[in-house]
């Protein structure tokens, strides 16, 4: 669901976009909040239980202190590059997404690192002991929507986590399936898959996981990006194929 013009002014029980500064749209199933690159004003936003999965939107609001943000699918750490530039940025409550993986230390140190003016994370008071620390043990981010290898193994670790605690992995690419990051790319529903592709995953979990991944990952690509996947799963698929002919025959 896109979060709307009309739905902002309702809510903030405002008459401008520009006036609003306080805005709570908690459980709204929103994917799309691209309509906060029109709210300069904008001071405390809640959009916990949610299905956003890009907070570049919020770039745009300079005058952000608060940011509520758990359980939505959030893919990567490297889409904390657009919060950076908040000046006044205080608080981030990001639990509860795909990009906090497996590892909570990590996780919050990488955040620290990169936004060491927070005063508080997930609802915990930042100390100066954990920014001083997050200096060595977090993870720089210079770039908004790209994967490196740092990045990817948040991803995988978050759904091998998902995994162990009985939740679905790819329950958060079905709710966001209206707005896939800039590219706007589908993520399929199992009814989609193939057939062949049904029994593969049934069979291994494992499997599974790197689906998951694989389908969080592609609205990093851009155009060649994505000509070469298609490519490699062609010729991957064709060689798959042929390798089940034989048997069948048999």
Same mark, same amino acid.
């Given at each position: 669901m896109k979060l709307t013009r009309k739905m902002v002014l309702a809510r903030a029980k405002a008459s401008e976009l520009h006036r609003v500064r306080k805005l709570n749209c908690w459980g709204s199933r929103l994917t799309d909040i691209s309509i906060c690159r029109e709210m300069p004003s904008l001071e405390v936003v809640t959009l916990s239980v949610n299905s956003v999965s890009s907070l570049e939107p919020v770039s745009q609001c300079q005058r952000l202190s608060e940011l509520y943000l758990r359980r939505n699918c959030i893919p990567s750490l490297a889409e904390l590059f657009h919060l950076k530039d908040l000046p006044h940025l205080r608080v981030l409550w990001l639990a509860e997404n795909p990009c906090c993986g497996a590892n909570p230390h990590r996780y919050r140190m990488t955040v620290l690192r990169n936004l060491p003016n927070l005063q508080k994370l997930d609802n915990q008071a930042v100390t100066e002991e954990e920014l001083s620390r997050a200096l060595m043990e977090g993870e720089e981010i210079t770039a908004p929507g790209r994967e490196?290898?740092?990045? !990817?193994?948040?991803? &995988? =670790? =978050?759904?091998?986590?998902?995994?162990?605690?009985?939740?679905?992995? +790819?329950?958060?690419?079905?709710?966001?399936?209206?707005? $896939?990051? $800039? %590219?706007? +790319?589908? #993520?399929? =529903?199992?009814? $989609?898959?193939?057939?062949?592709? $049904?029994?593969?995953? =049934? @069979?291994?979990?494992? @499997?599974?996981?790197? %689906?998951? #991944?694989?389908?969080? %990952? +592609?609205?990093? &690509?851009?155009?060649?990006? !994505?000509? #070469?996947?298609q490519r490699t799963a062609g010729s991957r698929l064709r060689a798959l194929q042929e390798q089940e002919l034989p048997e069948q025959a048999e």
């Amino acid at each position: 669901m896109k979060l709307t013009r009309k739905m902002v002014l309702a809510r903030a029980k405002a008459s401008e976009l520009h006036r609003v500064r306080k805005l709570n749209c908690w459980g709204s199933r929103l994917t799309d909040i691209s309509i906060c690159r029109e709210m300069p004003s904008l001071e405390v936003v809640t959009l916990s239980v949610n299905s956003v999965s890009s907070l570049e939107p919020v770039s745009q609001c300079q005058r952000l202190s608060e940011l509520y943000l758990r359980r939505n699918c959030i893919p990567s750490l490297a889409e904390l590059f657009h919060l950076k530039d908040l000046p006044h940025l205080r608080v981030l409550w990001l639990a509860e997404n795909p990009c906090c993986g497996a590892n909570p230390h990590r996780y919050r140190m990488t955040v620290l690192r990169n936004l060491p003016n927070l005063q508080k994370l997930d609802n915990q008071a930042v100390t100066e002991e954990e920014l001083s620390r997050a200096l060595m043990e977090g993870e720089e981010i210079t770039a908004p929507g790209r994967e490196g290898p740092e990045q !990817l193994s948040y991803v &995988l =670790s =978050s759904i091998s986590s998902a995994a162990e605690t009985g939740r679905d992995p +790819l329950s958060c690419c079905e709710e966001e399936a209206d707005v $896939q990051g $800039q %590219l706007r +790319l589908k #993520a399929p =529903s199992r009814d $989609q898959f193939p057939s062949f592709l $049904q029994r593969d995953v =049934s @069979n291994s979990h494992k @499997n599974r996981h790197v %689906l998951t #991944a694989v389908l969080l %990952l +592609l609205r990093e &690509l851009d155009v060649e990006g !994505l000509e #070469a996947v298609q490519r490699t799963a062609g010729s991957r698929l064709r060689a798959l194929q042929e390798q089940e002919l034989p048997e069948q025959a048999e």
